[in-house]
């Protein structure tokens, strides 16, 4: 069982928003850190965002200002707003949890993806 869903994904045209959601089934991350990370063709994962169990947040520069993650606790759940989407945010969203972290290799638990398309 696929321990974290992600939910959102679809094409934009360049300027526009995406909502991405995360639940996680079958147990919950209250406790630990929901981040989302991204994977462009032929690029490496990268961090974009997570939030800690207390509501702190981290942001990589690229997304600083354009997205925003929240944490709904009483749904179990976490969003990325993605506002003034840029053809560069073309990638598929990984959403995963654990301790803490901006590097993938400190996440045990992770989403199958969705994929966000951004046009020029």
């Known amino acids: 069982q696929v321990p974290l869903v992600e939910s959102g994904g679809g094409s934009v045209q360049a300027g526009g928003s995406l909502t991405l959601t995360c639940t996680p089934s079958?147990?919950?991350?209250?406790?630990?850190?929901l981040a989302w990370f991204r994977q462009a063709p032929g690029k490496e994962r990268e961090f974009v965002a997570l939030a800690e169990w207390n509501g702190n947040t981290i942001y990589a520069d690229s997304v600083k200002g354009r997205f925003t993650i929240s944490r709904n606790k009483a749904y179990n759940r976490m969003s990325l707003q993605m506002n003034e989407l840029k053809s560069e945010d073309t990638a598929v969203y990984y959403c995963?949890?654990?301790?803490?972290?901006?590097?993938?290799?400190?996440?045990?638990?992770w989403g199958q993806g969705t994929q966000v398309t951004v046009s020029s």
């Open positions: 079958g147990r919950t991350f209250s406790a630990y850190t």
């Open positions: 995963a949890a654990d301790k803490y972290g901006t590097t993938s290799s400190n996440y045990d638990y």
